[in-house]
Nanobody
Framework: QVQLVESGGGLVQAGGSLRLSCAASGRTLSNYAMGWFRQAPGKEREFVAAISRSGGSTSYADSVKGRFTISRDNAKNTVYLQMNSLKPEDTAVYYC???????????????????WGQGTQVTVSS
């Protein structure tokens, strides 16, 4: 069992930056591929970014490519999402998720993730 806790959300003006953190407990995070997803009101939860177990591979949704950066520190059991040049359409609840894999791969499919955090709200004002 992995427990995930997100933090770092808040209210920011368009063009600003936020850094989300996802702290894991219960298991060693290095055994898991990690991802960030988001859900806006009235919309389905969507993929944002993913990172492999080692951190050597990453993947991004087209809507955030070039603006967001996912990273991880396995020694601290923490995954990060650096969000720059934020837009009002980035407003959503952001969730981190963990998928256990034996290989060092990224995972973009929501249904492949086994554990989820409770989410952190990000609001971008125009």
């Amino acid at each position: 069992q992995v427990q995930l806790v997100e933090s770092g959300g808040g209210l920011v003006q368009a063009g600003g930056s936020l850094r989300l953190s996802c702290a894991a407990s219960g298991r060693t995070l290095s055994n898991y591929a990690m991802g960030w997803f988001r859900q806006a009101p009235g919309k389905e939860r969507e993929f944002v970014a993913a990172i492999s177990r080692s951190g050597g591979s990453t993947s991004y949704a087209d809507s955030v490519k070039g603006r967001f950066t996912i990273s991880r520190d396995n020694a601290k059991n923490t995954v990060y999402l650096q969000m720059n040049s934020l837009k009002p359409e980035d407003t959503a609840v952001y969730y981190c998720a963990a998928a256990r894999y034996l290989t060092d791969r990224v995972e973009v499919r929501r249904y492949k993730y086994d554990y989820w955090g409770q989410g952190t709200q990000v609001t971008v004002s125009s």
